[in-house]
């Protein structure tokens, strides 16, 4: 069955530094693969999206691989910041608009 | 983007009863997603709702257990029902703006505790 595993334990960085959060996949060929946020308490809010045949994509601080032949996307986020502090949900997806979510991984970003 | 409500936003029930949670949008939609993220565990799609057609649902959840509602293209409502603790999750109602659409816009969940 289609599998989603993101880094379990939660990442602790300082200010300044940039954090990087990892997604695999195993038994899926998604068309495409988003990044979101969550903060305690919210919904989820969309970050980046990046399709298969795109190998890197940028916004501002953020920045999104996805290697389609090692089944993995990495998350970078440079510079962070406290308020970067949240959990952060890769999500595969294909045709018809249905996602499939991994667990997440929390980040903290100490001052 | 767009804007979505959920009310209630939390609710504490007692097993058997059934609550209804309500999602409204402030622009009309095609697709609308629902799902359950229980503690410390990720999303899991319940259903979908498309408006003038029956919910599809995922595995693992049936119809007489999650009755969907989708009147028109900007509310849909989700009914968990005979709720047991099981249930005590987060439901959250996301949709899709624009034919073909891909990313997925969020409310703020509805909490529930049943006890």
């Known amino acids: 069955s289609q599998k989603i595993e993101q880094n379990s334990e939660a990442l602790n960085i300082q200010e300044g530094k940039t954090a990087t959060l990892t997604c695999n996949y195993t038994n899926y060929s998604p068309a495409y693969l988003q990044w979101y946020r969550q903060d305690p308490g919210r919904g989820p809010v969309f970050l980046l999206l990046i399709r298969e045949n795109e190998k890197e994509k940028r916004k501002e601080r953020l920045k999104v691989t996805f290697d389609t032949t090692l089944k993995q996307s990495l998350f970078h986020i440079t510079a962070s910041q406290p308020a970067d502090s949240a959990t952060y949900l890769c999500?595969?997806?294909?045709?018809?608009?249905?996602?499939?979510f991994g667990q997440g991984t929390e980040l903290s970003v100490k001052p | 983007s767009a804007v979505i409500s959920q009310k209630p936003s939390r609710d504490i029930c007692q097993r058997g009863t059934s609550l209804t949670i309500q999602c409204q949008v402030d622009s009309q939609v095609t697709m609308m997603f629902w799902y359950r993220q229980q503690p410390g565990q990720s999303l899991t799609l319940i259903a979908t709702a498309n408006q003038g057609s029956e919910a599809t649902y995922e595995s693992g959840f049936v119809i007489d257990k999650f009755p969907i509602s989708r009147p028109n293209l900007t509310f849909s409502t989700l009914t968990v029902s005979n709720m047991s603790p099981e249930d005590s999750s987060i439901y959250l109602c996301?949709?899709?703006?624009?034919?073909?659409?891909?990313?997925?816009?969020f409310g703020p969940g509805t909490r529930l505790l049943v006890l």
């Open positions: 999500a595969l997806g294909n045709q018809g608009g249905k996602l499939i």
């Open positions: 996301s949709v899709v703006l624009g034919a073909g659409g891909e990313t997925q816009y």
